[in-house]
């Protein structure tokens, strides 16, 4: 007798396997990867191997004597997870905490949920914002990035924090700049010389990977632009209202995880909208979530919340703003 059997999307299949995407993903990586090896050292390479080992054995070992099913690791989606989770993380983060992190974002963000292509939130946020919480000191400890040598000798906060807790005390933005422990400008944030944690340091080893990624059409630019814009317009709006008070876009833009959240884990396959339609909707949430926590919210960077908040949006989404039929003339 013949059986229905019921599997998860996609039910189509073309020439973009899991493996060719996540491959393609970790190359667009590499640019940010080796900044963060320059300015940050062992202690980068060493957050990044152990992230990376342990996502990969972590589901190894829970698909093959939890799950009971055929390990998937081969697809590189845990390693994936594990760059991003390694990028959301200090050089000087204590390893037992890495592993910590990578558990939670591949047992609970991922296999909890059936494994890749049934998680509603991104596996490697869920891990990062865990450890934010649970352990929130480390963290938000970062090294300066001075050179490969003596980058983890010297800790500081990130232009975000700075700027945060200066507001809190009454200063305007002028007075923060020229009090802070270290000078930063726009050049800085573009080359990655500011403090942070591995993977956002570097506008413009990112924004090589974005360029990558849009040329082998792993993703479109409708998520990334659409949070770029929302946030200059909703921060601009602030900044003309109040420059004292309120930071500029472009300091937004290049500072902290904006570039990083917006192009390699709002973009996720499986939990962002289906419609460029419900993209533009999902990416506007984000952007103006973002700006909202990190203006008015007691922490200084608010993507990788704004990114989980979202994705629990997504189901409502695309219930709303559906793809067109197949063979449906309008």
Known sequence: ???????????????????????????????????????????????????????????????????????????????????????????????????????????????????????????????RVFLLIARPVEMTTWPLPINMITADATTGATPLAIIKEGLKNGLTIDQIKSQADYTFTYLDSLWGQIGGSLGEVSAIALLLGFAYLLVRKVITWHIPITIFLTVTVFSGTLHLVNPNQFIDPVFHLLTGGMILGAVYMATDYVTSPMTHKGMIVYGTGIGLITIAIRTFGSYPEGLSFAILFMNAMVPLINKYMKPKLFGEIK
Request: with cysteine.
């Open 1 to 127: 007798m013949n059986k229905l059997i019921i599997s998860p999307s996609p039910h189509i299949h073309g020439e973009f396997s899991t493996k060719r995407l996540m491959r393609d993903v970790i190359i667009a990586l590499l640019p940010a990867l080796c900044v963060s090896f320059y300015f940050f050292g062992l202690g980068a390479m060493t957050v990044v191997c152990v992230a990376v080992i342990s996502c990969v054995v972590f589901e190894y070992l829970i698909q093959k004597f939890l799950l009971k099913t055929t390990p998937t690791v081969n697809d590189y989606s845990a390693i994936v997870t594990g760059l991003i989770l390694a990028f959301n993380l200090p050089s000087n983060f204590p390893l037992w905490l890495v592993v910590v992190g990578s558990l939670i974002a591949i047992g609970v963000g991922k296999m909890v949920f059936g494994g890749l292509g049934n998680n509603p939130f991104n596996p490697a946020l869920v891990g």
